[in-house]
């Protein structure tokens, strides 16, 4: 059964403060990983997508990197913003497959 | 205005009736689609439909309906509602990943999401 697991399930961290949240997942096969942001009563929005052969990517202060070989990525977040508050999601696709599997997010808290 | 309207954004009704939730989008998308999303789970597709004569179920179909009217209109019907229906609905749209001279992977835009309980 295709999953993707997320940690930590929430994290509180200061503003200014980097942070990194971890997906692992066990898609296969493999086709390409998402990362979206929800802020709270709105719909998600995408950070990054990689497919097999990217291993980083970034979107200003956000970077993602994916390890194909472990199933892992991570979403590294630079000089944390008040703004930067949501919850982080994880989405895995499978190749020949329309449904992707989903992480149930981490919550993120930044304070000032 | 945005790309991606849902309405209702909030319905309380009760159980056993029919309800309708509508998705539009100006974004111009052939592929669209609906989610539920419940407190501590990740998402999960309802339906799907990638033009107006296509319409495919998800990994949770059973219980809802949709309706390609149009390009820009994927609405979502509860036949006959039960409490375990309440949840965040989400409709979301995606390009083709067929550019004209290469495939890129396309990310989906959500709408804000439409809050259904159902007593």
């Known amino acids: 059964k295709n999953q993707v697991e997320q940690s930590p399930q929430s994290l509180i961290i200061l503003e200014g403060k980097n942070c990194t949240l971890q997906?692992?997942?066990?898609?296969?096969?493999?086709?390409?990983l998402r990362w979206y942001k929800q802020d709270t009563g709105r719909g998600p929005v995408s950070l990054t997508i990689m497919t097999f052969s990217e291993n980083t990517k970034s979107n200003g202060r956000y970077t993602a990197t994916l390890d194909a070989d472990t199933k892992q990525s991570s979403l590294h977040i630079t000089a944390s913003q008040l703004s930067d508050s949501a919850s982080y999601i994880c989405?895995?696709?499978?190749?020949?497959?329309?449904?992707?599997?989903f992480g149930r997010g981490t919550s993120l808290i930044v304070h000032p | 205005d945005a790309d991606v309207t849902q309405t209702p954004r909030n319905r309380i009704t009760k159980t056993g009736k029919r309800i309708m939730l509508e998705c539009s989008q100006t974004k111009g998308h052939d592929r669209m689609y609906w989610y539920r999303q419940d407190p501590g789970l990740g998402l999960r597709l309802i339906y799907y439909s990638f033009d107006v004569k296509d319409i495919n179920k998800g990994e949770i179909s059973d219980g809802y309906s949709v309706s390609r009217q149009a390009q820009a209109k994927f609405s979502l019907s509860l036949e006959s509602a039960i409490p375990n229906q309440t949840a965040l609905y989400f409709c979301?749209?995606?390009?083709?990943?067929?550019?004209?001279?290469?495939?890129?992977?396309?990310?989906?835009?959500f709408g804000d999401g439409t809050r259904l309980s159902i007593l």
């Open positions: 989405v895995v696709s499978a190749g020949g497959s329309y449904i992707p599997t």
């Open positions: 997906c692992n997942y066990t898609v296969s096969p493999f086709s390409n």
């Open positions: 979301a749209t995606s390009a083709l990943p067929w550019t004209g001279k290469a495939y890129s992977n396309q990310p989906q835009h």
